[in-house]
C-alpha cells in the first residue's frame, strides 16, 4: 500500500518528495547497516563465548522484552559492550533490514527513472528510435566498429575489478587452477573468514582506516576552511609572506619530508598511535589553494552587503560563506576521503605496531603469510578495501568526476 | 530622514589619489543622483556613507552627527548593489529577513514587513523560491526589499539598473522615482549614465577625477553647464565645442542648431555646412555636417528633407550659445555682448 | 574647538583598534594552518637537510658530523635514478599518447561515452595497493596467471617463450607502468576531454570552411587549444612518477635484483631498513627533491614558452 502511494506520488510527478523519499529510505539503510557492522565487529568474540542454543535463546529473550542478566554471561564477553552484545545477536536481522531498506530506494529510483521515461513514448519505442537513428547516420559502420571497440576496452577496464571480485570467492586450489576458471564453481567465503581468523582480524584494520579517514577529513575542514577565508577575503599585514608559505609547502611532497616527521613522532611517543597518520596531513596546501579560490569567487559586494545587514563575522561565515562553498568543501572532503582511505606509504612510515595500522597494510600481511600468497584471501581482503570508494563512486560519480576535473583545469 | 555632509574629505588607495578635500551636502530626503564616468570617485563617496570604504581622512556627518568611524551595521542606512549581492544560499525570504534577524526584529514585526515589502516589489508569490531560480528584474526587486524592510533613513544604490535590459531599466527608472517620492527618504545614487541622472533626480553631483564639477537640479546642469566638462557630458551627441581664438571657445548642443538650407533671420551664428551623414532615429534625424573651416559639428533636427551631400546653413540663437574661457569655465549666460558681437565677425 | 578634536582623536583610535581586532581574527584563523605547514613539511624539509650532513639513525640521527660526504653517491644511487627516468620516461609517452587518442576518440557527448568515461576513470580511484596486488595477480608468470593464459595462442603461434612479466627484470617495469597507465589513464583522459569540450565549435566549422582535413585540424587546432591541460599533465605526470612507490613496492619490491628500485623506494630502505645511513638517505632525498624542482623548473622556462593560452 505505501508502495502504490508512492507510485501514485511519482505519477503526479511530485520529484520533491519523492527524492527526500529516497534519501530517507537510503539513510536507514545507512543507519542499519552501520548498526550491523558494529554487530558483525563484536561478532568474533561473541560466537567463540556462546553455544549455538545459548545464542538462540538469548535472542528470543531481546525479541521479547526479557532482561537479560549480564552477569551470567561467559567471563569472555566481559570486553564486549552491551551495545556492541545487542548488536551482534541481532545481525542477521539488521543486516536483512538494511538490505530491504536498500532494495527499496533502488525500486523507488527505478521507477522515478521510469516514469520519467514513459513521458517521452514507450520504452521499445525509444529503442527503436534510437536503432534508426543510430543507422540513419553517415559512415554508421565506422561508427559501429568504434563503438564496438570501445565497448571492449570498457570490459578490459573493468575487468581487473571482476578479476578480484570473482578469486575473492573461490577455493585456494580453484583459485590456482590452469586454466583459470572465469566463474567459480564452487562459491565459498573461505577467502574472506581467512581475513577475520587466519591471525589478522581485518575488522580491527578497518576500524583503523574509518577513523583515520574521518580525523584527516575533519581535521582539514577545521584548519583550511578558516585560513583559505582569510587568505581570500581579509587584509592583514604579512598576507603575502604567509601565502608565500603555503605556496613553498605546495611545491614539496610528502615522499620527502616523512623522516624528520617519523624521528619527531618517535621522539612523542606517538609512533604506536594514530595520530602520526593523521597530524601530518592537517592542512594541505593545495587545499588551501583550492578553497581560497573558491571563497575569492564569492563578489566582495556579498559581504559588504552582509555587513550592511549588520550580521557579524560568525554570521557572515556560517549564513553565507559556508553555504556558497559548500560544494567546494565537498570537493576537498572528497579528495581527503580517497586520498586517506588508500594511503600506503604514509602509514607504511609511520606505524610500528598492528593495532593501528590500516586496511592498505593488512592485504600486505595477508600476501606475506607463512603459507605462501593466498590469492584468494588476499583478493577478499582487497574487495572490502575496495568497496567502500566503488560504492561512494556509485552514487556520486558525477560529483567525483566533477571535481577531479576542475582540479586539473586548474 | 537625514542629511549626509563630507568635510574635507580624502580617499587614496596606496598611492592613487581618488578623491581630495572634498565637500558636499546631500539633502534630507532628496534624490540625489552622483554622476561621471567611471573611476571618478563616486562609488568611493557612496561606500563612505555606507562604511564599508571609509575615508582616508576628513569627517562625514549624518544629521550633525559624525559616522565617519562608526561600523556600517550602526549606520542608518541601506544599500543596493550593482550586482544585487544576492545570498544565492538563502531564498528570497531569509534574504529580506537576514537583516532583521540580525537587529533583532521580533518575528511578528518581522513577518509583517516582509509581507507588507514584498507585496510593494510585487515579489509575494517567489517568496520561497531560491535566488537562482529567478531573473535579473526579479532580483533587483529582492534586493529593494531588502533594503527598504530594513527602513533605513538613507538609500543607497550603486548602479542598480546596469545589469537590466533597455526596457526593463525604463520600468524601473519611473518604479525608482515613485518609490522616493512614497517614502520621502533621502536617496543616493550612483550611476555613469547621464540619462538616468537627469531623469530621477531632484539633484545631480556630476563628478570627474574625483573633483565635483557641478552641483544642481537637471534643468540647472543642462541650461546652465557650469563648464566644458559639464556641458558636454550631458546630452546625446556631446555639446559642439568650437575656437573662438584667444583662448576662448563657444559651444550650441545640437539639437539647438537651426540648419536650412535658406538663411533665416535674428540668429546669433551663421556658419554655411556641408552634410555628410545623416541618421534616421525616429523622431528626429541626427547629422554630421562638415563646417566651410574642416570641423566638424553634429546637429539634431526634425528636417527629413535634408539629404546627405547637401550644402546648409548652420545657425543658431544668441540664448543657446555658451562660452568659456580658457580655464573651460563658463562665462555667463549667452555670454557677454562682445563675445557675441566677436562671434557674429566669424559669420558667413 | 579643542573638543571637537578630542572627539575626532578618539574616533579614530576606536577605529584603529577596530581594525587591530580584525588583524588579529585574521591572524587567529591563519594560525592553524601556518602551523601545520610549517611544522610537517617546512621544518621536516629544514631537518632533512641538516640531517643530511650526519652520520646516525633513527635513534640518534646525529652520531657524528659528516659534511658534505653524504652527498658522494653509492653506485646503487645511480642505478635508482636511471630505474626513475626509466619509469618517468615511459609512463610519460604511454600516458600522454593514450589519454590525447582516448579523449579524441570520446569527447563527444553520447550515452556511450558518458559511461565509457565513467568506467575508464574508476581505476584512478582504487588504492594503488589494491591496484598492484590485483595486477601482479593478473600477470603472474606462473601457468595460472591469466594474461599468460590469454596470451597463450598467440606465444605459440609467434613460436616465443611466455612473457614473464615482473618476473623478468627486461619486463618488470614496463609492466608496472602498464599498471599504472591503466589507473590514470582515465583521469588525464578526463582532463584533455574538459579541455576539448571548452574549446569553441565556431572554431572548427571555421576550419571545415578553410578546407581543412581532420587530422590537420587536430594538429593545428585541437593540440594547440589544449595545450594548458597537455603542460598540467606533463608536469603533474613527472612528478609523480618520481614519487612513484606504493604500486612498485606491492608489485616487485625493487625486484627482480634491482631492476625495479626506484628513488623514493632507496630512499626509504635506506632511511629505515639498514644501519646507520640515516644521514645517506637524508642526501637522496634533497637531491631527488632538487631533481623534481629542476625539471619543474626546466619545464616552466622552456616548455611552457610554446603553450598557447587563451
Known amino acids: 500500500m505505501l508502495y502504490r502511494s508512492i507510485r501514485q506520488k511519482i505519477q503526479r510527478g511530485q520529484a520533491g518528495s519523492v527524492k527526500k523519499l529516497i534519501l530517507a529510505f537510503a539513510i536507514i539503510g545507512t543507519v542499519l547497516f552501520v548498526l550491523s557492522f558494529i554487530g558483525w565487529y563484536n561478532y568474533v568474540p561473541v560466537k567463540q563465548a556462546l553455544s549455538a542454543e545459548n545464542a538462540e535463546q538469548l535472542r528470543a529473550q531481546l525479541f521479547t522484552g526479557v532482561y537479560v542478566d549480564r552477569s551470567s554471561l561467559p567471563a569472555a564477553l566481559a570486553g564486549v559492550s552491551p551495545f556492541g552484545f545487542t548488536c551482534s545477536l541481532l545481525m542477521r536481522e539488521l543486516l536483512i533490514a538494511s538490505a530491504c531498506f536498500f532494495a527499496l530506494t533502488m525500486l523507488i529510483a527505478v521507477e522515478k527513472s521510469l516514469a520519467v521515461k514513459q513521458e517521452n513514448g514507450s520504452l521499445w519505442e525509444t529503442v527503436k528510435n534510437t536503432a534508426i537513428e543510430y543507422f540513419q547516420q553517415p559512415r554508421w559502420g565506422l561508427q559501429l566498429f568504434s563503438d564496438v571497440m570501445k565497448i571492449v576496452l570498457m570490459l578490459a577496464f573493468v575487468f581487473p575489478f571482476y578479476w578480484m571480485i570473482i578469486t575473492a570467492f573461490k577455493t585456494y586450489p580453484e583459485s590456482l587452477n590452469v586454466p583459470p576458471t572465469l566463474w567459480p564453481t564452487q562459491w565459498t567465503m573461505e577467502g574472506y573468514e581467512n581475513t577475520f581468523f587466519s591471525g589478522e582480524n581485518i575488522l580491527n584494520y578497518f576500524k583503523n582506516t574509518v577513523l583515520v579517514t574521518a580525523a584527516v577529513i575533519a581535521l582539514q575542514l577545521l584548519i583550511m576552511v578558516p585560513a583559505a577565508y582569510a587568505f581570500a577575503k581579509r587584509e592583514f599585514p604579512l598576507k603575502g609572506l604567509l601565502f608565500g608559505i603555503v605556496l613553498v609547502a605546495f611545491m614539496i611532497p610528502l615522499q620527502l619530508t616523512y623522516i624528520p616527521v617519523y624521528l619527531r613522532m618517535q621522539d612523542l611517543n606517538l609512533i604506536y598511535t594514530l595520530w602520526p597518520q593523521i597530524l601530518p596531513l592537517g592542512a594541505d596546501a593545495f587545499g588551501i589553494f583550492m578553497l581560497r579560490q573558491s571563497f575569492k569567487q564569492i563578489p566582495d559586494e556579498i559581504i559588504e552587503s552582509a555587513k550592511l545587514d549588520s550580521a557579524g563575522e560568525v554570521q557572515i561565515m556560517t549564513r553565507i560563506m559556508l553555504p556558497m562553498c559548500k560544494s567546494a568543501m565537498v570537493t576537498i572532503a572528497m579528495f581527503s576521503f580517497i586520498g586517506t582511505w588508500n594511503a600506503y606509504f604514509w602509514p607504511l612510515v609511520m606505524t610500528r605496531s598492528r593495532d593501528v595500522q590500516p586496511l592498505t597494510i593488512v592485504v600486505e600481511h595477508l600476501r606475506d603469510a607463512e603459507l605462501g600468497v593466498r590469492w584468494n584471501t588476499v583478493m577478499a581482503a582487497n574487495t572490502l578495501l575496495v568497496l567502500p570508494i566503488l560504492l561512494v563512486f556509485i552514487f556520486a560519480s558525477k560529483k567525483i568526476i566533477e571535481g577531479f576535473a576542475y582540479r586539473g583545469v586548474k | ?348 | 574647538m579643542t573638543n571637537v578634536a578630542d572627539i575626532e582623536k578618539q574616533a579614530l583610535r576606536e577605529a584603529r583598534r577596530i581594525k587591530h581586532r580584525s588583524w588579529l581574527t585574521s591572524y587567529l584563523m591563519v594560525l592553524p594552518a601556518m602551523a601545520f605547514l610549517i611544522a610537517f613539511v617546512l621544518y621536516p624539509t629544514a631537518a632533512m637537510l641538516i640531517m643530511s650532513l650526519y652520520y646516525g639513525n633513527a635513534k640518534n640521527p646525529f652520531k657524528s658530523w659528516r659534511g658534505l660526504q653524504n652527498y658522494n653517491m653509492r653506485a646503487d644511487f645511480w642505478v635508482a635514478l636511471r630505474n626513475t627516468a626509466a619509469y618517468t620516461g615511459m609512463a610519460l609517452v604511454l600516458v600522454m599518447i593514450l589519454s590525447i587518442l582516448f579523449a579524441q576518440w570520446m569527447y563527444k557527448a553520447r550515452k556511450l561515452n558518458n559511461v565509457a568515461q565513467t568506467l575508464f576513470f574508476t581505476p584512478h580511484l582504487v588504492a594503488g595497493v589494491s591496484a598492484g596486488f590485483i595486477w601482479s595477480w593478473l600477470m603472474s608468470s606462473q601457468p595460472y596467471g591469466l594474461f599468460n593464459t590469454v596470451l597463450q595462442p598467440i606465444y605459440q603461434i609467434l613460436n616465443v617463450p611466455s612473457i614473464r612479466w615482473l618476473d623478468s627484470s627486461d619486463t618488470a617495469m614496463f609492466s608496472i607502468v602498464l599498471m599504472n597507465t591503466w589507473k590514470s589513464v582515465g583521469y588525464y583522459c578526463l582532463i584533455i576531454m574538459s579541455a576539448m569540450k571548452s574549446i569553441p565549435t565556431e572554431i572548427y566549422e571555421s576550419a571545415r570552411l578553410d578546407g581543412s582535413s581532420s587530422i590537420k585540424t587536430f594538429f593545428k587546432i585541437t593540440i594547440p587549444m589544449i595545450s594548458p591541460q597537455l603542460f598540467f599533465l606533463l608536469i603533474t605526470i613527472t612528478t609523480g612518477s618520481f614519487k612513484v612507490f606504493d604500486s612498485v613496492r606491492i608489485m616487485t619490491n625493487g625486484g627482480p635484483g634491482d631492476a625495479t628500485r626506484v628513488l623514493s623506494m632507496y630512499i626509504y630502505d635506506y632511511a629505515f631498513q639498514r644501519n646507520n645511513t640515516l644521514g645517506y638517505a637524508c642526501a637522496a632525498g634533497i637531491i631527488m627533491m632538487l631533481i623534481m624542482v629542476a625539471v619543474t623548473v626546466f619545464d616552466f622556462a622552456f616548455v611552457e614558452k610554446k603553450v598557447h593560452y587563451q
Not at chain 2, 105 to 112: L, M
Not at chain 2, 197 to 206: E, F, H, K, P, R
Not at chain 2, 231 to 258: D, H, K, W
Open chain 2, 1 to 348: 530622514m537625514a542629511e549626509i555632509v563630507f568635510e574635507h574629505v580624502g580617499k587614496s588607495f596606496g598611492d592613487t589619489k581618488v578623491i581630495e578635500n572634498l565637500d558636499l551636502t546631500i539633502e534630507d530626503g532628496k534624490f540625489t543622483v552622483l554622476v561621471g564616468s567611471s573611476g571618478c570617485g563616486k562609488t568611493t563617496l557612496l561606500r563612505m556613507i555606507a562604511g564599508i570604504g571609509p575615508a582616508t581622512y576628513g569627517r562625514i556627518l549624518m544629521d550633525g552627527k559624525d559616522i565617519t568611524h562608526q561600523p556600517p551595521e550602526k549606520r542608518d542606512i541601506a544599500m543596493v548593489f550593482q550586482n544585487y549581492a544576492i545570498y544565492p544560499t538563502m531564498s528570497v525570504r531569509e534574504n529580506i529577513e537576514f537583516g532583521l534577524k540580525n537587529k533583532k526584529v521580533p518575528k511578528p514585526e518581522r513577518d509583517r514587513r516582509i509581507a507588507e515589502y514584498a507585496e510593494i516589489v510585487g515579489m509575494t508569490p517567489y517568496l520561497d523560491r531560491k535566488p537562482s531560480d529567478l531573473s535579473g528584474g526579479q532580483r533587483q526587486r529582492i534586493a529593494l526589499a531588502r533594503a527598504m524592510v530594513k527602513k533605513p533613513s538613507v538609500f543607497l544604490m550603486d548602479e542598480p539598473l546596469s545589469n537590466l535590459d533597455a526596457k526593463l531599466r525604463a520600468a524601473m527608472r519611473v518604479e525608482l522615482i515613485e518609490l522616493q517620492r512614497r517614502l520621502g527618504t533621502t536617496f543616493v545614487y550612483v550611476t555613469h549614465d547621464q540619462i538616468e541622472a537627469m531623469s530621477m533626480a531632484d539633484t545631480i553631483v556630476l563628478m570627474e577625477k574625483g573633483e565635483i564639477q557641478q552641483i544642481g537640479c537637471p534643468e540647472e546642469i543642462y541650461h546652465e553647464p557650469a563648464n566644458i566638462f559639464s556641458a558636454q557630458f550631458i546630452g546625446t551627441p556631446p555639446m559642439n565645442i568650437m575656437e573662438l581664438g584667444e583662448g576662448i571657445r563657444y559651444g550650441v548642443r545640437p539639437e539647438s542648431i537651426v540648419m536650412e538650407a535658406q538663411k533665416l533671420d535674428n540668429m546669433a551664428l551663421y556658419r554655411k555646412g556641408h552634410i555628410i551623414t545623416r541618421e534616421m532615429l525616429g523622431a528626429e534625424l541626427q547629422f554630421k555636417v562638415r563646417l566651410s573651416d574642416g570641423g566638424t559639428i553634429m546637429v539634431r533636427s526634425p528636417r527629413e528633407d535634408l539629404a546627405e551631400d547637401t550644402d546648409v546653413w548652420i545657425m543658431a540663437k544668441a540664448r543657446h550659445i555658451h562660452f568659456f574661457g580658457a580655464d573651460g569655465i563658463r562665462l555667463g549666460h549667452g555670454g557677454p555682448q562682445g563675445l557675441l558681437d566677436k562671434l557674429g565677425g566669424l559669420n558667413e
